[in-house]
Structures are given as structure tokens and as C-alpha cells.
């Protein structure tokens, strides 16, 4: 049984879809079949990550959800050519079952969606049969930040909600209000993911102290690291740089994931 994972922060530039694009690639790694859909459709980027180009990108999740195309015409194969080659650990992903369903950087696209929103109910159907077409394992759900319909109902029909955030005071009290709203709405299973936390830190004090502040384990403290940030969303940082506190402690969440299957 295939598991649906959303991975969301309260705010912004948590780093979400850098764990969510490094967490796909890990669970390919393994042997699995994985699809990781940006449904970040306000402001979409994590088909940077994959080294997928607008020019490459006929389809994406807006023409769906016109109406316009089958879900599964809007699932890149990354292996078959989507960023593959062109980077040292995109280069790995070679023979794996790992697609992208990205949203459109389209300007006129993205207004026309702020404008008009859409169906999410729609979003819903596609994401339940794209799992089902691909045959999948698992399910990648990189939500928009915040609160709204699309990032609510994404959480609801999820197997594990994993909440990124930062030591700061305002991702402190939004990610309350969202652990909150995990729970009234049943979700099976929450985790949190602690980013961009200070090297000078004792991370197994923030892990405690986080576990503690919001009765739901913290499965990765991530250290704030020049050498990620230095690469710019070019490459897949876990298995660019495989021996990284920062891969070997994403390597412990894909594990984690992994034992709930």
C-alpha cells in the first residue's frame, strides 16, 4: 500500500522543498518507486532541483486542473532525462523510479491561479490516481506554506504529515497551529523536521526540547550549512555530497519512512 507524504511548513523559505526533493531521491535510492509533486503552485520551484526547465515542461499540474490532460502526462520520469546527467547526484538517479509532477513558472499562470484558484477536489483525484497509474510506493506532497484549502486538504488524505521548521519564534508558534490542526483532522502519523539550526547548537538538546514542545517526535535536526546553500538548488545535496551531516541525517528520515511501510 502506497504511503501519501506531505511535507509543509507554517512559513515560508523553511528549506521544505529541498527536504522534499532529497527525501524522494533517498527513497529511489532504495529501490522505490517515489513521485514528488509540487503543489506549490503560487510560487513553484521544485523543478529546479531536478534540473528540469521550463522548455522541458509541455504539461504541469495547472493544466490538470483545467482539465486539459491526464494526471499521468504531467509525470516526469527523472531518470528518463528530467535534470539526469547534468549533475554529479542527479547523475545517481539513473535507473530509478523517481517522477516529478511540477507546477507551471509560467507568470501568466501563476496570476491566473491567484486570480481564479481551483478545483481541490480536483487535485485530490489526480493525486490518488497518479499514485495508483505509477504504481507507487510513495507519494511526495511539497505543500504551500501556511494555511488554505489546498495545503488542508493535502494534510487530511496524508499517511505522514512532517512539518519543517525553524528556531525562530514565529515558525515556534505557527507550526503549534498547524500541529494543532494535523491532529483534529486525524493524521495518521507527524513528524517534525528541525532546519538551518546554528552548528554552535547541541542538536540532541533541540531535538529533546522541540519533541517536548509539541508531543510529536523530531526525526532530523539539519544544520544551517554554507556548502548546501552554496549550491543553489543545482543538484540533489544527499547524493551530491552523500557523507554530509546534513545527507546522513536526511539519510535517518528516508530510514524512518522506510520502517512504516
Not at 80 to 99: T, V, Y
Not at 196 to 204: G, I, K, N
Amino acid at each position: 500500500m502506497s504511503k501519501i507524504i506531505s511535507i509543509h511548513s507554517f512559513r515560508g523559505g523553511t528549506g521544505k522543498s529541498n527536504i522534499s526533493a532529497n527525501l524522494a531521491a533517498l527513497l529511489a535510492m532504495q529501490g522505490r518507486r517515489v513521485g514528488v509533486v509540487d503543489t506549490d503552485i503560487q510560487s513553484p520551484g521544485l523543478h529546479v532541483l531536478f534540473g528540469l526547465d521550463e522548455k522541458q515542461m509541455n504539461l504541469t499540474l495547472n493544466e490538470y486542473l483545467r482539465g486539459e490532460c491526464a494526471i499521468q502526462d504531467v509525470a516526469y520520469a527523472v531518470s528518463n532525462g528530467a535534470g539526469a546527467g547534468k549533475a554529479p547526484g542527479r547523475d545517481r538517479l539513473s535507473g530509478r523510479h523517481l517522477w516529478i509532477i511540477p507546477s507551471s513558472i509560467n507568470a501568466g499562470e501563476i496570476s491566473a491561479i491567484l486570480r481564479h484558484g481551483y478545483d481541490v477536489n480536483r487535485l485530490n483525484e489526480g493525486l490518488q490516481m497518479v499514485r495508483k497509474k505509477l504504481a507507487l510506493d510513495y507519494l511526495i506532497i511539497d505543500t504551500h506554506p501556511g494555511l488554505n484549502d489546498e495545503t488542508l486538504l493535502s494534510i487530511a488524505f496524508s499517511d505522514i504529515l512532517i512539518v519543517v521548521l525553524r528556531l525562530d519564534q514565529q515558525d515556534y508558534q505557527g507550526t503549534a497551529v498547524t500541529v494543532d490542526i494535523a491532529r483534529s483532522l486525524d493524521v495518521p502519523e507527524l513528524m517534525l523536521v528541525v532546519n538551518q539550526a546554528l552548528t554552535r547548537y547541541d542538536f540532541q538538546q533541540v531535538q529533546q526540547q522541540v519533541t517536548k514542545t509539541y508531543n510529536a517526535p523530531v526525526v532530523a535536526v539539519l544544520p544551517l550549512t554554507e556548502d548546501l546553500l552554496e549550491l543553489q538548488s543545482s543538484d540533489i545535496f544527499a547524493l551530491r555530497s552523500p557523507q554530509h551531516h546534513w545527507s546522513r541525517a536526511m539519510r535517518e528520515v528516508a530510514n524512518r519512512l522506510l520502517e512504516t511501510a
